[in-house]
């Protein structure tokens, strides 16, 4: 611990540079698509698993990043494995002639729904024309006839009978305004009121009791009347059903035969046969007014003949596949279907061909893809979809039948079987949440396709991540790269994750930053994407989003933001922040500061004290608070009271990162000595003294070095980061060449000591075999410092002790 220096990174060991050599390719138009998805080879295992295993709890959640293009590697995927299986058939409800309101499912081979929908109407079309005709028939007209002609007959015989009788007694039968009469007649004419008493009195007895009789007779005949007309009437309904048996019979025996192979649609047309001889009125012309409005759906067809329609819920008959349906918008209603209404004379009707399928019905037998926020965004969704899958049907009702809201009557459609596969898609955060607070998800979704965002960078991923540039390029219809632009995109995305050693794989930020770099070069007019187009596209991107670190550097350089960049200064460091201003990221300096007195071992973070500190940057000091109290003060109390704060800090504080540099702060108090304000440090500690990886670390150097480079660099500026972090840099190319020319550097710690030996200019110091630290050294200062606050305390306490002992010896 006597070397105070520090060898800087090279200027090589700073950013990785991707060589065109990498590439066995002039421009990417000589390569062919690829297929192949870089490093998703573990998603794409899960997904083959989730698609292929039997069972109806493996269903998949897909999660991670959306720019890695997750969505498309997942239909992409289905639909590989969807290709060459069975194809599900078609879903259709028909009408339940016995109870309307309960239609019921008829499952169909692929294409027959289609069929039998089409058949059925011919079928309807057919006995529009037929029916009526045969009603209208030669043979029809003469047995309607006949039927008309005898009871005709034999009321004509019953008056001819009556009337013979009547004046065989000297009577007649007459009309009169209320009916048919019976009155006496001479010579053929009626006899009045006045005539007929006349007449001698046993004549006229004799004429009464034979009008008597005749009126009897004339009663039952009335009386009779009524059953004559019903049996009038049953002969010419039989007639009417034997017709209409013979024309529906012919009609509906053809789709029989067509359909005998299957069973469903044999009991079906059975039932629409019974249907249609019990309801044939519906075909006759005379019964079959202009309707005043369309019906939706079928222009304007009676609505009487709907019943015979069938509504084809899903036809699979043009599909090469089973179906991969991806539902963007998953509804309560878009997911298990609905039932339509149409008003109609101010009212809301419907029937069974109003029913609307769901996703559920449209992907039954394939894959459905759901994105799980937009999903639990929907009201009840989430629930029908597990209601469904756990019972592994769909039930059709309303919002309103669900809540009820409603009590109106409305369908009941037969609950439809299904079986399917379902992906969801989204965050890890949203799987975690589902996993632990809903207890069907886990039973449900048992296969996770866990997507990466990055892949380790090897000559093998480079090839595939060149190829797949260019097949990004073609497929939006962009001009090729050239090796160079895809050398320099290989270095933005090795940038883009903050190691050196990964590549990112999130396609869709490498597609815009293709597109921009493609209108480059069609400004230009070249045919080919080249390195110049990327490194300005890049720029391009930079400046439209760093306003606000404009601004935070201009603040920095007019010192209304305090930041020292030469000479030294007691428990004052300069730590390095990273600032996310929304899909940009950069770094700037921030001044910690520290400041100690005796206390009772307590090291007070004034960020967390005013609840601007995360709980990780809290934690990490506590671990620094732990670090001191175990390194110098294993002998004795430690009386130490120490605040640290970041200056002039507006905003919440979050990260242990800085941990280091408040480690180097407060050492420095201690010890009275002196930090360089040319260096900035980043970098998180243990308990042991250790210093550990951080995050951000491009954006930091990037950010320090702005501010130097604004005021002049000396050759002295630099900063302290992790030796581990080394391997994950990617800096600018501004900082590279500082660095090359000495006028910047970059240096690897490992311990504190390391750190703040730098830092002050004076040996850390290491315990010698008597336990103590050598004179001169930072950590004997320290150590001094801790002891004395640790005998004042003491010389306090004294007095104290020696009052509570007195009090104790002169109570009761």
Request: aromatic residues 6%; hydrophobic residues 40%; glycine residues 8%.
């Amino acid at each position: 611990m006597n070397d105070v220096s520090l060898k800087p990174l090279a200027a090589e060991a700073l950013r990785w540079h991707c060589s065109e050599s990498a590439f066995d390719f002039e421009t990417t138009a000589a390569q062919a698509d690829v297929e192949r998805v870089l490093g998703q080879d573990r998603a794409t295992e899960a997904l083959r698993l989730g698609a292929r295993i039997a069972g109806a709890a493996h269903h998949v959640y897909a999660m991670g990043d959306p720019a890695t293009d997750r969505l498309r590697v997942v239909l992409d995927s289905l639909e590989r494995e969807a290709a060459g299986r069975p194809i599900p058939g078609d879903w259709c409800y028909i009408n339940r002639f016995d109870d309307p309101r309960r239609p019921r499912v008829l499952v169909l081979a692929p294409g027959q729904g289609a069929r039998l929908r089409h058949d059925m109407n011919g079928l309807v079309d057919e006995l529009r024309a037929s029916l009526p005709a045969a009603f209208e028939s030669d043979s029809y007209r003469a047995s309607r006839t006949a039927i008309d002609r005898e009871f005709e007959e034999r009321e004509e015989h019953f008056w001819s009978e009556l009337q013979e009788d009547a004046e065989q007694h000297g009577l007649g039968v007459v009309r009169t305004p209320q009916g048919f009469a019976i009155a006496a007649l001479r010579d053929g004419e009626l006899l009045d009121s006045e005539a007929f008493h006349k007449l001698p009195e046993a004549e006229q007895q004799e004429a009464m009791k034979q009008i008597e009789r005749l009126t009897e007779l004339l009663k039952k005949h009335v009386q009779q009347l009524p059953e004559w007309m019903r049996e009038r009437l049953k002969r010419v309904r039989d007639l009417d059903r034997e017709v209409t048996e013979l024309a529906i019979r012919g009609a509906v025996g053809e789709l029989k035969a067509k359909y005998s192979e299957q069973e469903a649609v044999s009991g079906y047309l059975g039932e629409v046969e019974k249907d249609l001889i019990d309801n044939a009125q519906l075909f006759r012309r005379e019964e079959q007014p202009a309707l005043p409005f369309v019906l939706p759906g079928g222009g304007e067809k009676e609505l009487g003949l709907r019943r015979y329609d069938v509504n084809v819920l899903v036809d699979n008959g043009a599909s090469g596949a089973p179906p991969v349906v991806h539902e963007t918008s998953p509804t309560y209603q878009n997911l298990i279907g609905r039932v339509e209404h149409t008003a109609q004379f101010g009212a809301l009707v419907t029937d069974f061909t109003m029913i609307r399928p769901g996703a559920l019905h449209r992907a039954n037998g394939g894959f459905l893809v759901i994105d799980a926020i937009r999903l639990l965004s929907s009201p009840y969704a989430w629930d029908a979809l597990k209601r469904s899958l756990l019972n592994r049907e769909v039930r059709i009702e309303s919002l309103g039948e669900l809540l009820s809201l409603a009590s109106t009557t409305t369908l009941e459609p037969e609950r439809v079987r299904v079986d399917l596969r379902v992906v969801l898609v989204g965050p890890r955060l949203v799987y975690r949440l589902l996993a632990m607070l809903d207890e069907d998800f886990p039973a449900l979704f048992s296969v996770v396709a866990d997507f990466a965002d990055t892949v380790e960078r090897e000559p093998a991923a480079l090839a595939t991540y060149g190829a797949l540039l260019g097949t990004l390029g073609r497929r939006a219809g962009l001009r090729p790269l050239h090796r160079g632009a895809v050398a320099r995109l290989v270095e933005e995305s090795l940038r883009s994750t903050g190691d050196a050693q990964r590549l990112s794989v999130r396609m869709r930020d490498a597609e815009a930053l293709l597109r921009e770099a493609d209108y480059l070069a069609g400004e230009e007019g070249v045919d080919a994407v080249r390195a110049e187009h990327v490194e300005r596209a890049v720029a391009g991107q930079v400046r439209r989003r760093d306003r606000l670190r404009e601004r935070w550097q201009e603040a920095a350089q007019r010192r209304h933001v305090l930041i020292d960049t030469s000479g030294a200064v007691t428990a004052q460091v300069n730590g390095l922040s990273v600032v996310d201003a929304g899909g940009f990221s950069f770094g700037h300096p921030s001044r910690i500061t520290a400041t100690v007195r005796m206390g009772e071992g307590e090291v007070v973070d004034i960020e967390r004290e005013v609840e601007l500190g995360g709980a990780i940057h809290s934690k990490g000091v506590m671990i620094l608070s732990a670090f001191i109290s175990s390194r110098y003060a294993p002998r004795f109390p430690l009386s130490l009271r120490a605040s640290l704060v970041f200056e002039q800090s507006y905003g919440g504080v979050e990260g242990d990162s800085a941990s280091l540099a408040e480690a180097c702060a407060l050492l420095s108090a201690l010890a009275d000595l002196p930090l360089r304000q040319d260096l900035a440090v980043t970098g998180s500690i243990n308990q042991l003294g250790s210093v550990q990886v951080v995050g951000g670390l491009n954006e930091k150097i990037e950010g320090f070095f702005d501010v130097c480079n604004r005021r002049g660099l000396t050759g002295a500026q630099g900063v302290l980061i992790p030796a581990d972090n080394a391997q994950h840099l990617m800096l600018r190319r501004d900082v590279v060449d500082a660095a090359r020319d000495g006028r910047f550097h970059v240096y690897p710690v490992r311990t504190v000591d390391e750190a703040i030996a730098f830092l002050t200019g004076t040996t850390a110091g290491a315990r010698d075999e008597s336990g103590e630290y050598p004179e001169g050294t930072v950590n004997r200062a320290v150590e001094e410092r801790l002891l004395r606050f640790a005998r004042v305390r003491r010389r306090f306490a004294r007095p104290r002790l020696a009052r509570v002992a007195k009090a104790g010896d002169s109570g009761p």
